[in-house]
């Protein structure tokens, strides 16, 4: 399965980004798919999922209400629309499936200037 994340940059602590990772995975494996962090020299962390198909979506308590997470199963995209940054949301931004835990693609570095 190819993943391939985009989106992030340099913005200011208040800023939005939306990052997107298209994905050559079957639809019916995009519902079990998420976001991870990796802020520098920590472990990463999943810190937003969809809930399956018809479920909830997770989100970790740092980023919820200032998160979204989303797809377009035509594109075969998830999306995550990440609001209010944070110095602390800096990171290198990946996507996967958290059940499946595919081979990592390329992140997508994410900078929050203060």
């Known amino acids: 399965v190819q993943l391939q994340a985009s989106g992030g940059g340099l913005v200011q602590a208040g800023g939005s980004l939306r990052l997107s990772c298209k994905t050559s995975?079957?639809?019916?494996?995009?519902?079990?798919m998420g976001w991870y962090r990796q802020a520098p020299g920590d472990q990463r962390e999943l810190v937003a999922h969809?809930?399956?198909?018809?479920?909830?979506?997770f989100y970790a308590d740092s980023v919820k209400g200032r998160f979204t997470i989303s797809r377009d199963n035509a594109k075969r995209t998830i999306y995550l629309q990440m609001n209010s940054l944070k110095a602390e949301d800096t990171g290198i931004y990946y996507c996967?499936?958290?059940?499946?835990?595919?081979?990592w693609g390329q992140g997508t570095l994410v900078t929050v200037s203060s």
């Open positions: 969809f809930g399956g198909r018809g479920g909830t979506s």
């Open positions: 995975a079957i639809m019916s494996s995009i519902w079990n």
């Open positions: 996967n499936n958290y059940i499946a835990n595919w081979r």
